[in-house]
């Protein structure tokens, strides 16, 4: 046999049988078969491919759900808005978990979920909170702020809280005080803020009324403090909060001297609403009104001239809006000469970065909560007091 030849063996075991008529039938193949170097592959079947969609279906669904719970957890551990204000006081019992820890934050809106919160302790390692009394909570805080604060621990034994709420008049801060801490007289106090022992950078040279002064927030001050130190205190906080605030820049900013604003946010502090929006609409009523030399009208001022609290039972008189007193509103032009009440940071910020609007009147629309409507021109007005006078608003 010559070596050119191939082999009979060879072949049989390189060239594969051809299917049979039934196999073909089986594959799907109906015409002739092709090739003797091809080997017939099946066709994917439709349950697989069915399998594969459903799959991939099943993951992609997975990862989205999954996306969208991590953006909430997020939002849950970092809220998108700042804090806000400070909350009085929350109090942490003794053999609380972090399960039930988070369920009180939860409650007194210091955080928006306490499951979220309990999860968040544990796996950031926070060690276990203290019992006690907590004054440094702010509502809707991030998780990792709430943390802190109870990391820092409650108030220590030895010192006392005061809480003085916005819009008190400077009077009755110094009766809270005293009646806070026995040991400090009224006396005592208005000594210390006329003898010179307080300081502010903010209080103009010459001026001794000391309304609007203090910044009404929640304190934790030592049993032992003298009048001086803790009136000293709550103006050291005030005029932190202004400097953050940019009132060393006031006059840049608005035309207005920072005890001017002091002055706009005392009346935005005694006559907003509830709506957080209003403080800016009704600083900008008070500028537009100011810019055009038109009476501020706010009767907040006209009671506090009067050393009157005001109120549905004691309505103002027509010899009371006819007097001359600088605080008279309805008749003084510009300012009054001092600010009429203690002004929360809130309002103290509008003063200084009011909404832009053409608004000149704002008219009490709903008592509960307070709402009210703000109008360009005289006859929005007269139709808002309409209403006002509908429901016995005013």
Known sequence: MSTNEPSTLTEQRSSPE?????????LGYDGEYFDDEYVLLPREGRAARRLLLTVVAVL???????????????????????????????????GATLDSIGGILEDSA???DGNVFAWYARWTGSPPPQAGQYVDFRRSSAMADAAKVLKAGPVPET???????????????LAKIAETFPGVTVEQLQTALSSGEVTSKYLPPGQTNWEGMLLPETYQISDNSTAQEILQKLVNEFDSTLAELGYDEAETRTGRTAYELITIASLIERETGDPPEERGKIARVIFNRLATDTALGVDAATYY?????????????KTDLESDSPYNLRR????PPTPIALPSKASLEAAINPLDGPWIYYVLVNADPAIHVFAETSDEFLVAKAECQRKGLC
Request: hydrophobic share 45%; aromatic share 2%; glycine share 12%.
């Open 110 to 112: 210091v955080i928006a």
């Open 332 to 335: 003084a032009k510009g300012l």
């Open 60 to 94: 992609a669904a997975g990862g989205i759900l999954g996306s969208v719970l991590l953006v909430w957890v997020s939002r849950q551990i970092t809220p998108n808005e700042p804090a806000g204000d400070k909350i009085a006081s929350v109090v942490i019992p003794r």
């Open 18 to 26: 051809p299917p049979s008529p039934r196999q073909r039938a089986a």
């Open 159 to 173: 010192n006392t809280v005061l809480t003085i709420i916005p819009g008190t008049w400077m009077v009755d801060a």
């Open 305 to 317: 001239g009067l050393g009157r609290r005001g109120g549905t039972e004691d309505p103002l008189t």
